[in-house]
Structure formats: C-alpha cells, structure tokens
C-alpha cells in the first residue's frame, strides 16, 4: 500500500514545534542543587551528589515533546483502503505526563478515533501524536483539545474523537490527596460534535 506524504501548513501554533530558550545544562544542575537544598536535604552527600545531572537528564527526555512537531507526524497517510470510511480508534494510548501547575505527574491512557475522509494515517502516528503533547507541561483540557485539534486539522477527516482519563499526582500527592481518583474528559469535532449518536457510538467502543 503505497503513503501519500503531503505537505500542510499548520494554522494553530499547537501544531508547530515550539520555539524553547533552555539554559545550559550547568545552570539547570545548579537550579536543581537550590531544590535539593530547599526540600531540607544536603545536595553534597554521596547519595545525591549525582542528582543534578540525573534530573537534567530526566527533564530532557520526558519534556522532549517541545522538540517535535505532531503535525509532521501526521503528514504521512495512505488512500488505498478498500473503500473503508467508517471510524478508526485506537484506544488505551498509556501517558505520563507533567501538570504544568506543580509540575507532577499526570498518569493516565487516551483513546483516540476518527471518521476518515479517504485517507488514513498509521495507528502509531496517533499514539505519537498523544505522546508529543503528553511530553511538555499540560493541563489535561488543553492536552485533549489539542490532539483532537492537530488531528481535524492535518488529515481534515468528517470528525475527531478524544477522550482522556487520568490521574492527577498533584490531586494525589499534595493538597486534598485523594488517591486513585480520575478525571475524564473529551473532545468532539465534525460529525461527532454535530451527531450525538456517534458520539455513543464512539464511548461505546471504547467502553466495551
């Protein structure tokens, strides 16, 4: 089955890689050494001498979202389907990701479908696309709005259905410290927005 790849020009800044000003890697270690020093511990005995760095080294791979671009990851798609043009999910996408409130973590799964308009991109794609904006700083709204969005926008199908459930450290860990309770929410664009039978249809099959 041969890929069609096309170019688009993205019209939401959420589907371009962001422009980033990172510090040096020593100044992120010595901002790392301040936290160490504030949480009451001494950052220059044996078990944490390494730490600054390890943190560094951390933050650069699970916030490497800002480096990728999820309209790129889109641009690849394929038309030869065999007339297939009912919807397409791909459901319990795993995440982590970070709140951007007390930078915690945000733990949860995606589920992900679409009514394509003669076209359709690779499975994995989707589940990228959910890890790119999973991979910067979030709140869980905005990160289901936007891959909703990035999606109707890049493969223009009928109509995008996000829904996301998570748990929010921040809700766990700190402040009212409710553990194992979750958050949901979606997002409906096109026929999904505008039937609300396919919206059924789509938290049936997710459900089921």
């Known amino acids: ?17 962001p422009v980033t000003d990172r510090p040096s890697e020593a100044e992120v270690e010595a901002a790392v050494r301040t936290l160490l020093r504030w949480t009451g511990d001494n950052p220059d005995r044996e078990g944490l001498v390494d730490t600054p760095k390890r943190v560094t080294k ?3 791979e699970m ?6 671009c999820p309209a790129e990851e889109l ?9 297939y043009d009912d919807l397409v999910i791909v459901r319990d996408i795993t995440f982590h990701s970070h709140c951007e409130h007390h930078m915690v973590p945000i733990i949860g799964k995606a589920h992900v ?10 499975l994995s794609k989707i589940a990228r696309v959910v890890d790119i904006f999973a991979h910067r700083l979030q709140t869980q709204e905005a990160m289901t709005a936007q891959i909703a969005g990035v999606i109707q926008d890049v493969l223009n199908p009928r109509g995008v259905a996000v829904m996301i459930e998570a748990e929010h450290m ?39």
């Open 170 to 208: 921040c809700m766990a860990m700190r402040g009212i410290r409710k553990q194992g309770s979750t958050t949901l929410t979606s997002t409906f664009t096109g026929v999904f927005k505008d039937t609300p039978e396919e919206q059924v249809r789509f938290v049936t099959m997710v459900r089921s």
């Open 1 to 17: 089955m041969d890929a069609v790849i096309k170019k688009f020009m993205p019209p939401s800044s959420y589907m371009e890689k």
């Open 113 to 122: 479908g679409y009514l394509p308009d003669g076209k359709v991109v690779g």
């Open 58 to 60: 951390a933050f650069r």
């Open 63 to 68: 916030f490497n979202g800002y480096d990728m």
């Open 75 to 83: 641009g690849r798609t394929f038309e030869e389907v065999a007339g």
